[in-house]
């Protein structure tokens, strides 16, 4: 039996689909079988993130109101035997899939795969609540470190909690070492001990996340700062004792931070 890992936040745009498709890639070519189930229905993202944008077939939805079968509806990314893609439906609302419907399907992906990822959507609102099933093993809540982001980090735990879910642990992505070494940017470490959930890996800012996307590759084949990062992620998700880099904790030295420009208020006339 493997194990059911949701991916989720309190605010949109964090980074959740990035994170899930990367540590499902990530896993696979550690061995593991995993599956990658987008929960986003209506706004799917996971095929185009998979490099499957031309191969879905059936969806989530298709599933669920059993117009084909699950391994029907399950796609492999090229050259990933081990892992596969169950996607959502892009025309339809999270209310069409049926609870019961959702429990049997990711119940099933759990008996078949070490690992089976499940990318929410935006926010704590409906869409969230639908995949709140009890089937879940383990919540990573993903944040940027700002304080806005972590207030809604805070009531995506507690909704958690109310629904009596095990405690979320948090990944915080887009850390800017520059400026956390500046402090002007809390660390990672920090991010956790504001919303009291234990850390379980860091990501940061890396302009390679737009560029794989944009030129259709997937981001964990690009070697860079922020695949580095979910790669250890991914060992720490498969219970692997990995330590963290706690990004820009070293104070920055004395010529990087006379570079440093001060913020300069535009000046009204
Ligand atoms: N570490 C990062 N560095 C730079 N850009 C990132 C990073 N993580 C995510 N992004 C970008 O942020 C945007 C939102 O990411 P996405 O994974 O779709 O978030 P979510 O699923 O939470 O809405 C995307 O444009 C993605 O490329
Ligand atoms: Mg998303």
Not at 177 to 196: F, I, Q, Y
């Amino acid at each position: 039996m493997g194990k059911l890992i949701l991916i989720a936040s309190g605010k949109g745009g964090v980074g959740k689909s990035t994170l899930a498709a990367s540590l499902g890639v990530a896993l696979a070519r550690m061995g593991k079988t995993v599956c990658v189930v987008d929960g986003d229905v209506g706004l799917r993202s996971q095929d185009a993130l998979l490099g499957l944008e031309n191969s879905v077939v059936y969806d989530l939805l298709d599933v669920a109101r059993k117009g084909c079968a699950l391994q029907q509806a399950l796609i492999t990314p090229y050259g990933a035997q081990t892992l596969k893609l169950l996607p959502a439906a892009q025309f339809a609302r999270s209310k069409d899939v049926r609870p019961k419907a959702l429990t049997h399907i990711l119940s099933e992906l759990k008996e078949k795969n070490d690992f089976v990822f499940l990318d929410a959507p935006a926010g704590i609102e409906r869409g969230l609540r639908a995949l709140l099933v009890n089937d879940i093993d383990e919540t990573l809540l993903v944040c940027t470190p700002d304080d806005m982001c972590l207030r809604d980090t805070s009531r995506a735990a507690s909704l958690l909690e109310r629904k009596e879910l095990p405690r979320p642990r948090l990944v915080v992505n887009r850390l800017m070492p520059d400026l956390v070494s500046a402090g002007e940017m809390m660390t990672a470490k920090a991010a956790a001990d504001t919303v009291e959930l234990e850390l379980v890996g860091e990501i940061p800012e890396d302009t390679t996340v737009c560029r794989a996307l944009v030129n259709h590759r997937l981001l964990m084949d690009i070697q860079c700062e922020a695949s580095e990062a979910i790669r250890r992620i991914a060992r720490r998700v498969a219970g692997e004792s990995v330590p963290l880099p706690a990004y820009g904790s070293r104070r920055a030295g004395w010529f990087r931070r006379r570079l440093r420009k001060p913020l300069r208020e535009v000046v009204r006339r």
